[in-house]
C-alpha cells in the first residue's frame, strides 16, 4: 500500500473579488505531493498559480475567499485553521520563498537579524545564552545559499544587496527550520544562471536529505527540466495537464502546454545584416565606477573599509539598429553599466560618446538635460518603476510634457504608443495595478520610446515574466527596433534570450567586459573560461524544445 501524500489538494476553489476578470483564481483544482518530491506548476500570469500557492500557507490577500475543496497537510485538515494555528505552522511545517524579495524583506532589519528572528520565534536556539550558537547558525545557512562573507554580509541590510542576493537571503529563511512542506513562487528568476544552478542543487538536495515536499512555481521550463518529479500545467485556474516532467515535456497532450513549450527561447541566432561603418549610436570609452566603502550595514562590516569597483575599464559600441547583449552574474556590474549609460550614475572616468558628437559622462545636469531624450532606460522590475499615484496616460506622457509639449497632444500620442506596445486606449485612464506584469513591462517600454530615443537600454526587461509574455515582448522589441533603427543595449542573465535577440553579447565579469563577439561566436567559440562557465550553468532545455532546433545540443550542452 503507497504511503499517504504530505500534501492532498481536493477540488479547492477560490473565489476572487466582485470585478474580476473571471470568478474564480482557482476552480476544482486536485493535486498531491509526496515527501521528497519535486512539483513544479507552470502556467501563464494570471493562471493561479500564485493564489494556489498562498492559500497552502493560509497567505490568501482580502476579497480572496475559498469557497470549496480540502488542504490535507501531513493528514491534518487546514480548513479549519485560525491565525494563530497559521503561525504554528509556518516556518517548522511549511515554508514559503516569495518571489520578490525587496518587498518580502523588512527594511528595517539586517537580513542576519531577520533569520536569527525566524530561529528565536520557533524557539530554536533560544535560550538564554545561546545567541553565539544562533549567529552561527545564521551565517551557516547564508553560506550555504552561496553569499560572499557571510559572517559580515549578515549585518548589511536589504537595500544594501543586489536582487539576487536578496532573494538567496529569502531562501535561507525558507530553509532554517527545515519544513516538511517548501511553497517556492518564482525563488530563481532574479537569479544569474550559476547562482541558479547552485541554487537548484541546494534545494534538490536538501529535499532529498530531509523529505521535504516541494511545490515548486515557474515560468522557466530548463527550470522544470532541471529540478521537477512532477509537473501540473495551470491555465485559467484549473490543471489542464499533469504527470512525470519527461513525459510532459517531451510529449506534451495539451495545446496549451505545447504553446508554452514553443515560446521557449531556442537559442536560434540573430542573422539580420547590418550596414558595416558609420558612426555608432553610443561608445563607452574606458569607463570606471568605485563604490566607496562606507555608511552602514554590510559595507561598515567589511574589513579594511574596501571600496568596490562596480566598473573597470569597460569599452564598447553599438550602432543604429544593433542589439548588443550584457550578460554575466549578479554583482558583475551589469546594472551598474546601464545605469551609467543613461546618466542616473556618473562614471568616475571614461567617455560617453553620444552619436559620435557629445561626450555625456561629466556633463552637468543643466548641458544634459536637452539630451536625456536620446537615452532611455527600461527597469527591470515593472512594479517599482511606474509611480501608482499616476494613470498610464500621465506616466507615459511625462516625458513629452517635461520637453514642453501641450497636454492633449502628449496624451494623445500616449496613445498612440500604448497601441503600439499592443495596449487598448482604455489604458490611458488605468492605473499601473490594473495590469499583469507583462503589461506593466509594455507601459514601461511606452514611456521610453515616447522621445523617440537613439539609443534604448533595456535591464532584465523579460527576467521576471512567463514564457509566453516574455515571447511577446522580445518580439514586440524586436518589432519597435526594426521600425525605429534603435541602438539596442538588452541586459539579461538569460543567455537563451541573449542568443534570440542579440547580434553581439558582451560578458561581464567583476565590472570588466571580458569577452565580446557575435552571438553565435560567444555560444560555439568562446574564448574566456568564464564565459564557458556560464554557458554550462545554463538549465538544460527540455528534450522536444532541443527537437525543434538540434544545433542547442551543440550550443547549450
Not at 514611456?447 to 534604448?456: I, M, N, S, Y
Amino acid at each position: 500500500m503507497s504511503a499517504a501524500p504530505l500534501l492532498d489538494i481536493d477540488g479547492l476553489t477560490l473565489a476572487l473579488p466582485p470585478g474580476a476578470e473571471r470568478a474564480h483564481a482557482v476552480r476544482d483544482l486536485s493535486l498531491t505531493i509526496g515527501a521528497g518530491e519535486v512539483l513544479c506548476v507552470v502556467g501563464a500570469s494570471g493562471s493561479g498559480k500564485s493564489l494556489l500557492a498562498a492559500s497552502i500557507a493560509g497567505l490568501l490577500p482580502g476579497g480572496v475567499r475559498r469557497t470549496g475543496g480540502r488542504i490535507v497537510l501531513r493528514g491534518r485538515d487546514l480548513s479549519g485553521n485560525r491565525e494563530a494555528d497559521w503561525r504554528a505552522l509556518r516556518g517548522r511545517e511549511i515554508s514559503m520563498i516569495f518571489q520578490e524579495p525587496l518587498s518580502a524583506l523588512n527594511p528595517l532589519m539586517t537580513v542576519g537579524a531577520q533569520i536569527d528572528e525566524v530561529l528565536r520565534v520557533h524557539g530554536v536556539l533560544s535560550a538564554r545564552g545561546e545567541s553565539a550558537a544562533r549567529a552561527a547558525r545564521v551565517i551557516e545557512l547564508l553560506r550555504d545559499v552561496g553569499l560572499p562573507e557571510p559572517a559580515q554580509l549578515r549585518h548589511a541590510f536589504p537595500d544594501a544587496l543586489s536582487g539576487g542576493q536578496r532573494q538567496r537571503v529569502l531562501i535561507a529563511m525558507a530553509l532554517a527550520l527545515g519544513p516538511k512542506l517548501l511553497i517556492a513562487d518564482e525563488p530563481t528568476t532574479a537569479l544569474d544562471v550559476t547562482t541558479q544552478a547552485r541554487i537548484l542543487e541546494l534545494l534538490r538536495t536538501a529535499t532529498r536529505a530531509r523529505g521535504t515536499g516541494v511545490l515548486f512555481i515557474t515560468h522557466d521550463f530548463g527550470v522544470v527540466a532541471q529540478i521537477a518529479d512532477r509537473v501540473a500545467v495551470m491555465r485559467d485556474g484549473e490543471i489542464v495537464e499533469s504527470g512525470p516532467a519527461a513525459d510532459v515535456l517531451r510529449s506534451p497532450a495539451h495545446a496549451y502546454t505545447q504553446a508554452l513549450l514553443d515560446a521557449i527561447p531556442h537559442g536560434r541566432f540573430v542573422t539580420r545584416s547590418l550596414a558595416d561603418g558609420g558612426t555608432p549610436a553610443l561608445v563607452a570609452e574606458d569607463l570606471h565606477k568605485r563604490y566607496a566603502a562606507r555608511g552602514a550595514g554590510f559595507w561598515r562590516a567589511r574589513r579594511g573599509r574596501r571600496a568596490v569597483d562596480a566598473l573597470s575599464s569597460v569599452n564598447l559600441a553599438v550602432r543604429a539598429g544593433e542589439t548588443l547583449g550584457i550578460v554575466g552574474e549578479s554583482g558583475s556590474g551589469k546594472s551598474t553599466l546601464a545605469r551609467a549609460l543613461a546618466r542616473l550614475v556618473r562614471v568616475d572616468a571614461g567617455r560617453i560618446v553620444l552619436d559620435g558628437a557629445q561626450d555625456i559622462a561629466q556633463l552637468p545636469e543643466r548641458a544634459l538635460r536637452p539630451l536625456r531624450r536620446h537615452i532611455q532606460l527600461v527597469f527591470q522590475d515593472p512594479y517599482a518603476s511606474l509611480n501608482a499615484r499616476h494613470t498610464v496616460g500621465q506616466i507615459v506622457a511625462t516625458g513629452l510634457l517635461a520637453y514642453g509639449m501641450p497636454r492633449a497632444l502628449a496624451l494623445e500620442r500616449a496613445a498612440e504608443l500604448l497601441a503600439l506596445v499592443k495596449l487598448p486606449r482604455s489604458a490611458l485612464h488605468r492605473y499601473p495595478h490594473e495590469f499583469s506584469g507583462g503589461q506593466r513591462q509594455r507601459i514601461g517600454l511606452a514611456r521610453a520610446l515616447a522621445l523617440e530615443p537613439k539609443v534604448l537600454v533595456a535591464d532584465e526587461i523579460v527576467s521576471g515574466l512567463d514564457v509566453s509574455v516574455q515571447a511577446e515582448v522580445l518580439d514586440l522589441l524586436a518589432s519597435v527596433q526594426r521600425e525605429r533603427a534603435m541602438a539596442t543595449i538588452f541586459i539579461t542573465h538569460d543567455l537563451r534570450v541573449a542568443a534570440q535577440i542579440c547580434d553581439r553579447i558582451a560578458v561581464m565579469h567583476d565590472g570588466r567586459i571580458v569577452e565580446i563577439g557575435s552571438a553565435r561566436q560567444i555560444f560555439e567559440a568562446p574564448r574566456e573560461a568564464y564565459t564557458r562557465s556560464l554557458i554550462a550553468a545554463t538549465p538544460a532545455l527540455p528534450e522536444r524544445a532541443r527537437a525543434l532546433d538540434p544545433a542547442l545540443d551543440k550550443e547549450l550542452s
